[in-house]
């Protein structure tokens, strides 16, 4: 099947209200020719999963900026003062999760699992908003799985099967979101022919791709 698409025709898979989970880390290793198709398109009331918000000039921030976001959930917002204006004034929802815990919440839901136990939690407010797991005499936070409608990734190298190369700080949680959304569509700094990257190289396997984007 040929995965390769053209970015308008990515944009047209989004749907307003859909939940997206979008791959990097403080913009690095996000898909950016993606971000300003969605940003021109318009869609709105969008749910993304993510590490941060970025920055008010780039990636992710920019959705924000542009109002087009109604929830995120995420385990940073302190680099990006729009994300914390919205919030105090009720225009978008936040919810903030450990790092580490949000990590396992996406490989949960990828790997089919529930969720995971995690202490991280315990003994505060956050308690009270989920369910808590006593094991040999300890208790944990059920922190259940999630998953997205779509993922939106980036890749340094990908090659005509999907298989990917993320370049150092890239890689972040987009190999995680790659296998935790029913849809995932990878952006592509550079797009080569099967066969052609070593295979320990790959750190996702071209059977969780979709579709592939061709960046700038």
Excluded at 29 to 37: N, R, V
């Amino acid at each position: 099947m040929k995965k390769r698409l053209e970015l308008q025709d990515a944009i047209n898979m989004i749907d307003d209200g859909m939940t997206l989970m979008i791959g990097g880390f403080m913009a690095v290793g996000s898909p950016h020719a993606i971000i300003e198709g969605l940003l021109e398109s318009g869609k709105k009331d969008l749910t993304i999963i993510c590490n941060d918000t970025s920055f008010i000039d780039k990636g992710i921030g920019k959705l924000i900026v542009n109002n087009q976001v109604k929830k995120v959930i995420t385990s940073h917002i302190g680099t990006n003062r729009e994300t914390g204006r919205q919030m105090n004034e009720g225009l978008i929802e936040v919810e903030l999760v450990p790092q580490g815990t949000l990590a396992e919440q996406i490989r949960a839901g990828g790997a089919g699992l529930g969720g995971v136990l995690t202490p991280i939690g315990i003994g505060t407010p956050v308690e009270d908003n989920n369910e808590v797991i006593e094991v040999d005499g300890k208790r944990y936070i059920l922190a259940k799985g999630i998953k997205a409608d779509i993922a939106l990734i980036h890749g340094s190298i990908v090659d005509e099967k999907g298989n990917i190369f993320y370049n150092q700080s890239t890689r972040n949680f987009n190999p995680l979101m790659a296998s935790a959304a029913d849809v995932v569509i990878v952006e592509a700094e550079k797009v080569v022919k099967s066969g052609e990257l070593d295979p320990h190289m790959i750190a996702t396997p071209g059977l969780f791709v979709d579709h592939i984007v061709e960046g700038a």
